[in-house]
Nanobody, 123 residues
């Protein structure tokens, strides 16, 4: 599966951005789709993931209530709506896809990765 992420940019604290990630390849390899992020000097961390139907979604505690993941399977695209952004949300955001959906998502659960899109939140 190839993943193409877009939508990053510079935004002021309190603002919003929507990331998109378009997938190509086998549908069964996108059973789970999710987002991770890596801030400067830090390890990559889980942000959110969704099952193929979008009915089951998981979020990191740090983004609950502010970020929303959704999927449009007809377009083979996953979105991350980010509201009430904070400077600590500044990171490169990566989309990922996997053939199985896990309840405690880790990097190793995803076989395919996008190239990353930079989100910068100014204070």
């Amino acid at each position: 599966v190839q993943l193409q992420a877009s939508g990053g940019g510079l935004v002021q604290a309190g603002g919003s951005l929507r990331l998109s990630c378009a997938a190509s390849g086998r549908t069964e390899d996108t059973y789970a789709m999710g987002w991770f992020r890596q801030a400067p000097g830090k390890e990559r961390e889980f942000v959110s993931s969704a099952s193929i139907s979008g009915a089951v979604r998981y979020y990191a505690d740090s983004v609950k209530g502010r970020f929303t993941i959704s999927r449009d399977n007809a377009k083979r695209t996953v979105y991350l709506q980010m509201n009430s952004l904070r400077p600590e949300d500044t990171a490169v955001y990566y989309c990922a896809a996997g053939s199985r959906f896990y309840s405690d998502p880790k990097e190793t659960d995803f076989e395919s990765w996008g190239q990353g899109t930079l989100v910068t939140v100014s204070s």
